[in-house]
């Protein structure tokens, strides 16, 4: 076994990560309210020992709802459900520093973490879809910059929450009549602009003491934000070459936050349609493709930049960087923006097939091949500094993920790049990094 480890989370999404998934034959046949269709994927992924599964949010309804079902469930409650019916994994949900009090995020990751017995990770996010703002207040949405600065003190009153419990705190000593420890929990009287919170927290640390920290933000601010707290970072990267300078400039930052390098773990996505051969696999993504909608992807690209009208947009003319509004001023998912806008200028592309790109993953990185040449691509960025392993989005769930299983994690064990058993118990060991996290 090489001594880096490579590392794979699977992102449990719809039917799957292809936007057309919920159509394909051999998708779940499912509801996506059903727990068992979770409880199926995530025990498959940790029968083959995957680091963590995930579940996003995004708290509200699209507006292609009637045509691309999402997942439904809320994702604490579903990853709890998975703590029961499994006993390693990782359960990385997402919870939004906008739109959820800290208090109660922080009580819910601490009861997270003690009902799966330390497996716990938040996927910290500050929503940038602009109609969950409707849903909270209707006041409108926080711009980009506020959303952030918000999310950097509440980053330090859920910390103290959490840490305002020792380890040892709970003695429960029956025969003296003492249940905690003296001096062993402390209030944090948090007075800031945006958050007053007395403390301490209704709850004892859990086994992990924190969460495991991930974060999914690529712009100059979200990285910046990322460099300091997150442990892990989901990343959208759709080539190699933004993937190496996203890696460099990350691991850069958190050194220059004074951490170490390796205690900041990067995973773009990957979407891979794996077949027995590379013309298999072709045939399957042209059949995914062939079930796609554009004007679905129209609505869903608007969405990205914040609401803007693509309508008038020809779906077959070459696109050029003018026809979008300049990312630095979206205010919605202003990194997704720059990875859309930058592979405009590169290719100009048609809209019909960026399109066509983005549906497979959303802006992910997608390939199609034989379960040798996604090996091949795996050991190649993971080598080269692109990856320290990668957030699995296969694109029609549970076929690609079963697939992917069977024929490309024996490669990588035989590579000698993936465990073949856990040797931990707790999130934090399956990702090697040091407990628990960043100290403020
Ligand atoms: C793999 C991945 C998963 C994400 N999951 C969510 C999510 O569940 N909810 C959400 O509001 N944003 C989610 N995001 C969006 C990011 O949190 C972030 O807002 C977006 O990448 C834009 O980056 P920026 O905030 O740096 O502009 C996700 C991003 C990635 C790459």
């Not at 910059?145 to 709970?170: F, H, K, N, P, Q």
């Not at 640390?205 to 712009?219: D, I, K, L, N, Y």
């Not at 020809?314 to 806008?341: C, M, Y």
């Not at 490309?408 to 790049?417: A, D, E, F, I, W």
Request: include cysteine.
């Amino acid at each position: 076994m090489a001594d880096r480890r490579l590392h794979l989370n699977l992102f449990i999404h719809g039917r799957g990560h292809h936007e057309a998934a919920w159509r394909h034959p051999n998708a779940s046949p499912l509801p996506l309210t059903d727990p068992r269709y979770y409880i199926d994927l995530a025990r498959k992924a940790e029968a083959a020992c995957f680091d963590s599964v995930f579940l996003a949010d995004w708290l509200a309804v699209a507006d292609d709802i009637s045509s691309a079902p999402r997942t439904w469930l809320e994702p604490l409650t579903t990853l709890a459900a998975l703590a029961g019916a499994t006993s390693r994994i990782g359960l990385i949900g997402t919870c939004s520093t906008t739109y959820t009090e800290p208090f109660n995020l922080a009580r819910q990751f601490a009861s997270l973490d003690h009902i799966s017995n330390g497996r716990s990770g938040w996927n910290i996010v500050t929503t940038w879809l602009v109609s969950a703002s409707d849903n909270f207040g209707g006041s409108g949405q926080l711009t980009h910059a506020e959303r952030y600065e918000r999310a950097e003190e509440y980053m330090r009153v859920v910390s103290g929450l959490w840490d305002g419990w020792a380890d040892d705190a709970v003695i429960d000593d029956r025969a003296a009549g003492r249940y905690l420890r003296e001096g062993a929990v402390r209030p944090s009287h948090h007075k800031g602009p945006h958050y007053q919170v007395a403390g301490p927290l209704n709850m004892p640390r859990g086994p992990q003491g924190r969460p495991v920290f991930v974060q999914a933000g690529s712009s100059e601010t979200g990285r910046r934000f990322a460099a300091r707290y997150a442990e892990a970072v989901f990343t959208a990267q759709m080539e190699k070459a933004t993937a190496k300078e996203f890696y460099a400039d990350l691991k850069g930052l958190a050194v220059e936050a004074g951490r170490e390098r390796d205690q900041i773990l990067i995973l773009p996505g990957l979407s891979p349609v794996i077949g027995s051969t590379e013309a298999e696999a072709h045939r399957i993504a042209r059949e995914l493709s062939d079930l796609s909608d554009p004007e679905v992807g129209r609505r869903r690209l608007s969405g990205r930049f914040g609401g803007h009208d693509f309508s008038a947009l020809p779906l077959d003319k070459p696109l050029s960087p003018e026809d979008f509004p300049d990312p630095a001023t979206v205010q919605a998912a202003r990194s997704r923006t720059e990875v859309i806008v930058g592979l405009v200028r590169r290719e100009k592309p048609t809209l019909r097939q960026l399109l066509g790109y983005m549906a497979g993953a959303r802006g992910h990185f997608t390939t199609a091949g034989s379960p040798e040449q996604i090996a091949d691509l795996i050991e190649n960025w993971f080598r080269d500094d692109a990856a320290d392993g990668f957030n699995v989005m296969p694109p029609v769930l549970p076929w690609m993920l079963e697939v992917f299983i069977a024929e490309v994690v024996p490669l990588l064990r035989r590579r000698g790049l993936f465990r073949t058993e856990y040797e931990g118990n707790t999130l934090r060991d399956h990702y090697g990094l040091a407990g628990p996290g960043v100290r403020f």
